[in-house]
Every structure is written in C-alpha cells, then in structure tokens.
C-alpha cells in the first residue's frame, strides 16, 4: 500500500478547518444576531409593615412595604451589557 502524499494530507487538514469554520460562522450568526426579548412577570406577593399616621392640620404619614416577585424568563443564552 502507498502512503498518501503530502499534498493530499495537506489538502484534506485545509478542507476540514474550513468546514469547521463555515459550521462555525453559520451557527453564530442564526443564534447571537437574532436576540429575543426576554419575558418579564411581576407576581404581588402581599403587604408588610402597614402603617398610617393622620395628625392636623393635613399632615398624613403612610409607610408601606410592597413584596413581588419578578420571574425573568430569557431565552438568549448569551449575556447583553
């Protein structure tokens, strides 16, 4: 059996890096140029810390703490800064 030359070894690394690289652009471009928009959803978990203060003449203090919970559902799977 003859051992292959140089040039068809040569010649099949080169065609295999640049199916590589082609594999490589297009997978890149159909998923990090084509971002989704990420879903937001705010869930009202219930009040704390209630607290109303009426003194006169018109003086109204009310202090309130609001718990939500904000579930994000992002479908990209590359970070955006």
């Known amino acids: 059996m003859a051992r292959p ?13 640049f ?4 594999i490589a652009i297009t997978t890149l471009s159909l998923t990090i140029s ?5 879903n937001f959803t705010v869930q009202v978990d219930g009040f ?7 003194t006169f003449p018109y003086n109204i203090t009310l202090h309130n703490t ?11 799977y590359v970070g955006y800064t």
């Open 34 to 38: 084509n971002p989704m928009q990420p």
């Open 19 to 22: 199916l590589i690289f082609i």
């Open 66 to 76: 609001l718990k939500v919970v904000v579930t994000v559902d992002n479908l990209n």
């Open 48 to 54: 704390e810390n209630f607290y109303f203060n009426l």
């Open 5 to 17: 030359s140089c040039s068809k070894i040569c010649a099949f690394i080169a065609a295999a890096t």
